[in-house]
Every structure is written in C-alpha cells, then in structure tokens.
C-alpha cells in the first residue's frame, strides 16, 4: 500500500566515548605520550573539541574514520537506496526480494511531483495495483520470488541497516542534503544527521550541504543559496 513517504531512521550504534577516541587519534599524532594514557586522561572536553576541530580544519580526515555509526533505515523506496548503495566505505545489509515474498500489495512510495496530481496519483496507485496482482498471480502459480520481484518498481518500499565512518557520513551528508539532491535521500540522510547530533550536537557543523562549509557552490547546476565558484573566486580577486 501507499506510505507516508517518511523515512524511519534510527541510530543503533555508535561508540560510547566517541569525542574521546577522535581526541586520542589526533593527540597521538602530535605526542610521545601513548594513546591509552592520552584516552584515560582527556577530560577537558573544549580542550578536545578544540584541537579536533584545527586537526579537522588542517583536513586530517584519517582521525575522525575511527568513529563507526549505524542505522536501522526503513520505509524508503529501492530508488532511494539504489542511490544510497554507490557511497563507498558502507556497509549494507538490505531486505531482500529475492527471499522475502510479498504477499497482497506491497508497500511503496510515491514521489511529492506525482502526489501533487490528482490525475495521475489516481494512475499511478492503480498501477501499483495491477504489478501486485500480477506479482501474485505468478508467485502463485509457482514463479519463484526472485524471479518475480522482476516487475517490481523502483518505489517498492525497503528497509537496510547502514553502517559508515564519520568522515563518510561527513561526506554523505555534504553531497546529499544539497538542494538539488532528490527530497527523499536528503530527508534520509537529515534524520541519519538529526540521530547523531541528539547524542553529539557539537557535530552539527560538519553535517550539512557542502555549500555551507564552502561558502560556494560547485556543482554545475546551482540552486542560488551560494555564489557560484566562479563568481566566489572571482570577488575574491576583486
């Protein structure tokens, strides 16, 4: 059946001393104290949090790639983690429909564009129905699951639980929560960064779109928050 189009996002790991294990990583490059007197001694959080942010400034991303997240994500369509799944240093694990047999109308999602028009939201749901009977008419009839999810639409609802790095969600969350990027993997990824800052708030000034950190935009097609780079570079000249 049709969803809510909102994804469901929760944080179910991430280390317990997080601030601390970035602190160590970065003290250890700069003393000849060993890392475990560094961690069992970092108490002063502003003092931690001062020299990450000038070792993350400096782009020594190698330290913040310690940190390991995961998420339980659901209620999201295959389209939204087809695009999810080129992201490199992830891992997956996905519902499968090749094991999981939908059984009656599978759930999907609808894009706002299509919600917005009547006319054809009408079609659209009526052609999600007519795919879930075919659908179980073939399982029915013996066509084994993998074979049959053959029909099945890019809006089929899914769910996966993701795991990443904090320099990759650093990352992910620069490229996706651009304006250009599609609403329902910048809403995705806005609860992967809203789960994270709850527990870590000093975060919430790497996790957004790339523009803001840049002060520019450069990507080829600009929505218009930010000067283009041409035109930031160009004033700077001025």
Known sequence: MQNNNQPVVKLICKPENLLKTI??????????????????????????????????????????????????????????????????????????????????????????????NPELLKKYNEFMELTSKFYVEMTEAGIPAEDARFILPNAAASSI?????????IHLANIRLCTRAQDEIRLMVRKMCDELTKEEPWLKKYLLPKCEKLGYCDEDKCCGRKQKKEEFLGALKV
Do not use: W
Request: net charge positive.
């Open 23 to 116: 602190y160590t990583a970065c003290r250890t490059c700069y003393s000849a104290d060993s890392p475990v007197n560094i961690y069992e001694n970092a108490t002063d959080e502003e003092k931690m949090l001062k020299l990450i942010e000038r070792v993350i400034s400096s782009g020594h991303y190698s330290t913040i790639e310690h940190i390991q997240v995961t998420f339980a994500i659901s209620n999201i369509s295959r389209a939204c983690t087809h695009q999810l799944v080129r992201h490199r240093h992830m891992s997956f694990s996905q519902k499968s429909q090749r094991y999981v047999k939908e059984k009656g109308q599978f759930d999907y999602l609808t894009p706002p564009t299509i919600e917005k």
């Open 161 to 169: 639980v993701a795991s990443l790095n904090l320099r990759e969600l």
